[in-house]
């Protein structure tokens, strides 16, 4: 498969999903730890893709997203953004709220 | 011209910040001694009224996009209207380094 369309099949298939480097449990970068310990603090299943295993990906999914850098968080289809967007999303609460909606809807 | 000069000036030429810090945080990551590889930002423009936060780092990251291809590895964004600026007055702070530029093969022609 291309990998644009695994890109595409990845975010079509995985309602939350972060693209990161390393695991949300062995995480390689500063940026891409804090954005999945925020992720995990709220409390619902998330996919990831450690872009470092996947060098692929890690060069084409930037002109695709439109978004040069990584971490890079989906929820339902669309780009929420990166590290500094979460985590401020994270701190007004908004990202909990914007995964129980992602949630329920595909529930 | 330094990279912290060249993303500065670019910075002012297109948001016409009240407020805007360009730091240099390379050197608390693994690359070596006066790198200009890792950066934040805190721009302050009214500008950014009424965008979405994803919005506003577009803005920045296209306003960047040469140094984010060519030059730095890291960008830290933080985006405030005059408004939003006034009721907070600092920016977080950037996580950690946990070493991941090290072994990445981007890193070498970007730090020449």
């Not at chain 1, 978004?67 to 989906?74: E, I, K, M, N, V």
Request: aromatic share 6%; proline share 5%.
């Amino acid at each position: 498969m291309e990998t644009i369309d695994k890109i595409k099949q990845q975010i079509a298939e995985n309602s939350i999903l972060l693209y990161m480097k390393g695991s949300p449990k062995l995480p390689s970068c500063g940026f891409s730890s804090q954005a999945s310990q925020a992720l995990m603090q709220c409390g619902q299943e998330f996919a990831y893709v450690d872009i470092l295993q996947n060098p692929d990906i890690r060069a084409e999914l930037p002109a695709y997203a439109e978004w040069p850098t990584f971490p890079q968080l989906w929820i339902g289809g669309e780009l929420v953004g990166g590290c500094d967007i979460i985590m401020e999303m994270f701190q007004k609460g908004e990202l909990q709220a914007l995964i129980n909606e992602e949630v329920e809807k595909s529930a | 011209m330094k990279i912290q000069t060249q993303i500065t000036d670019k910075l002012n030429a297109q948001f016409s910040p009240t407020h805007l810090t360009v730091e240099n945080e390379s050197s608390q990551h693994n690359v070596p001694k006066g790198s200009e590889s890792h950066f934040k930002v805190v721009v302050v423009s009214n500008e950014f009224a009424g965008k979405r936060l994803i919005q506003r780092h577009r803005l920045v990251n296209g306003c960047l996009a040469d140094e984010l291809a060519n030059h730095i590895h890291a960008l830290a964004i933080h985006t405030y209207t005059v408004e939003e600026w006034s009721l907070q007055f600092a920016a977080p702070d950037s996580p950690n380094c946990l070493g991941g530029s090290k072994g990445d093969e981007t890193m070498k022609s970007k730090l020449n």
